[in-house]
């Protein structure tokens, strides 16, 4: 046995006991946990904002770019948001226990489902310190043990709130050992990690898609992941015209960076002339390349559009996740030629059609499948938050088990409970 | 590309060309399409009867067991039952479709769920031809497409049930591919099936253990998987005496071989001495063996019961899950130590509890981690008919997505939808 062996058996070990004290745990002492790790946080504020300068320092000197380290920076104002967001999930239902579809059998006995905490998460990200409290939150809150694995360059700062988080668990009398962060920089035992079903009952990377690859490669667990957000706003034949510009408008550019903004516009080719010069003047005033398909790019050619900003789309522009003031916009016949294209070249994402059309909307809805699909609203709007979740680990593209943004429900699953009265089966 | 490669990418392109019809085709076409399987069943009587006699004489020369040979077998009557399944499952609400708790949010938007079917399932089993019928009809009751693979000595069986489930389908309209059995027997395609989510959404592996442990080796695709059976009945110091001796002898000698019977009895000791007498003499005449704790012995023995059918249990009777007249039986101080022996040695099936004390059924129902829980019944009721399923793809023990009897429904997921009147996010 290796020295990374021992330490992970260890690890496991540790969690799955603390895992089974949680699951019995009382909502009001996973509260008064989560309350006390926020207070923690705000009492030692110096002492984060210290580890984490000195996370920045090591950054610096190892000439990380600027967005890993503005990613890597907490602000006094970021650690207030962070402690503030733990106090939140405090506020939350608790999901575990709750009793549900119980039905009486004609057997005589009645059989219901009970929700229950998944056992141990293994949390694997970036170094991002400020997922550290908002995964923790989550899990503990949801009644399971946390195994966290930020990236290296942030040790120190998950290490500060790794202690406030858990001078939360010790006030409320509840195990330290609910929450471990990985205290070894060593890749391998990230590998190891998501290889032993005996230690993990389900992984959720949060990252990039090079991380969530690095992840799925060696996964032997159960894993809850994001990979593109492709998503489609579809402008239909019989959208209101009123409705079109705003949420246009809003899915790409609201916000550039994320999964939930839209990266591929397409229109029906008998309202095309009708929406695409002004959709074309707002982008441009966006300052918004636009990849185009053929007839796009003529007709916004023609109404003069700065051609700096006008680009012929390849295939490739359909596939791709910009996150950056880019949109990519093909003419479509009518609806079945708008469900093939996201059919064929979506993420399974988020995706809206516009339409004041019934039957058109119920088709989308229906038929395109992806985690969200939306009739007349922003891709924006996909979001925990947003859903009411009021958190969210992540947001899953998988089928299985969640789809979409994962709140504190996502991290539990469902047992039957039977209820009898002396039964027994003929 | 070798042939095996080009072979498993026609039937992948097919299941998933025919996954999207059968996710948009209509309760009425599903049901049209296992009506006219079954009839097509019946019609073939004779067919299916000649295949399956081809398959049982091929099997006879290749000496296979007894146990396969039954398990292969198909009588007039068992392909009668398998008619009826397939047109009960035609009689099951169709979950595809279901929206739920749509709630409005803040934003005007509405957020709800509704059910999908997860796509291509794949399923793997062995030569059992009437897993053909009944895992073809729900999966594609619940709008999926089916890969079946079943055990290579059932083939000819098999492939004739197929033909009848494929008229079903082109009599509803409906396509062919939506049932693809696989047609060769080289076992490398099991392998490479269960390593391609592009190919298959999900795999359920039916079957013994070994199977299983195959299928897991190589799944990188979820997989929603069945192991041990060991399941526990507890007799709590507060049972109901009444209750004790039927739900005890249901739960053991109703079925020997399925993976709902009892392995284990676990007693208070406060109480062993007022049960374990009527309880030894009962199993004693099923002739159940028992393999017992050292003061469960003393007392057995003390009582007279027949020393042929008592034995001192190993530490690894605990474990074992015996699908045959075999009892482990262990007293335990209380509550606690049952709750620990069920985490330690269980395999989180079934377990149940005998008491009438509410603060004792409550504690078991929370903390014992097992896909189904019961109060005063017996587990032989954790079964997808008898929680009114209609029907069960199989039982899961994993924590992800479906626990337990996993019927239509564990054949779905439930995506997000947004009904929006032009909301935007601020």
Redesign the interface.
């Known amino acids: 046995m290796t020295e990374l062996d021992r330490y992970l058996a260890d690890l496991g070990r540790a969690a799955r006991q603390a895992a ?1 004290a949680m ?2 745990a009382s909502t009001q002492a996973k509260n008064a946990a989560l309350l006390a790790a926020a207070e923690a946080l705000r009492r030692h504020r110096d002492e984060v904002l210290a580890a984490n300068a000195a996370d920045l320092a090591a950054a610096r000197e190892a000439g990380l770019s600027p967005a890993l380290i503005d990613r890597l920076t907490l602000s006094e104002k970021g650690l207030e948001t962070m402690a503030e967001g733990v106090a939140q999930v405090a506020a939350l239902p608790d999901p575990v ?1 709750e009793i549900d579809e119980v ?1 009486r ?1 004609p ?1 005589g ?1 009645q ?1 219901g489902k ?1 929700r ?1 905490p ?2 141990v998460i293994g949390i694997i990200y970036e170094a991002r310190p400020n997922v550290t409290a908002d995964a923790a939150a989550l899990c503990l809150k949801s009644g399971n043990a946390a195994i966290l694995r930020g990236g290296k360059e942030a040790l120190q700062s998950n290490q500060a709130i790794e202690r406030c988080i858990r001078a939360g668990l010790e006030a409320a009398g509840l195990p330290l050992a609910a929450l471990q962060l990985v205290q070894t920089t060593d890749r391998a035992l990230v590998s190891r990690l998501v290889a032993s079903p005996e230690l993990v ?2 992984i959720v990377p949060r990252g990039g898609k090079g991380l969530i690859e690095a992840v799925m490669k060696d996964a032997r667990v ?1 894993v809850i992941k994001h990979l593109d957000g492709n998503c489609h706003v579809y402008v239909h034949a019989a959208a ?1 015209p ?2 079109v510009l ?2 246009v ?3 790409k550019t ?1 916000r550039y960076g994320v999964c939930n903004a839209a990266e591929t516009l397409l229109i029906d080719e008998a309202v095309a002339e009708r929406h695409l010069p002004e959709i074309g003047r707002m982008f441009a005033g966006h300052g918004v390349q636009m990849r185009c398909c053929p007839r796009t790019l003529t007709l916004l050619q023609r109404h003069g559009l700065p051609t700096e900003l006008l680009k012929a789309a390849t295939e490739d522009d359909w596939r791709e996740e910009y996150l950056a003031p880019i949109i990519a916009i093909r003419l479509v016949a009518d609806l079945d030629e708008a469900i093939e294209h996201i ?1 064929r070249y979506g993420s399974k994402h988020t995706d ?1 059609i516009l339409t004041e059309d019934y039957g058109a909307a119920m088709r989308f ?3 395109v ?10 891709t ?3 979001d925990g938050f ?3 979740l009021g958190a969210e680990i992540g947001i899953s593209t ?4 969640a ?3 994962v709140g504190l429900e996502g991290l539990t ?13 003929r």
Chains 1, 2 share one sequence.
Request: charged content about 30%.
């Open positions: 089974r699951a019995k226990g039905k059998r057997s006995i059989v009970m229950v998944l056992g009952d389900v159960p209101d009123a409705k705003p949420i408008e809003n899915a609201h059919e809206a809805l229906r038929e499948d992806s985690a969200s699909v939306m009739v007349n609203a922003s924006r709007f996909a947003e859903y009411g998988d089928k299985i088990h789809r979409g943004p699953s469902q047992k039957w409970i039977v209820l009898g009265q002396g039964e027994i089966r």
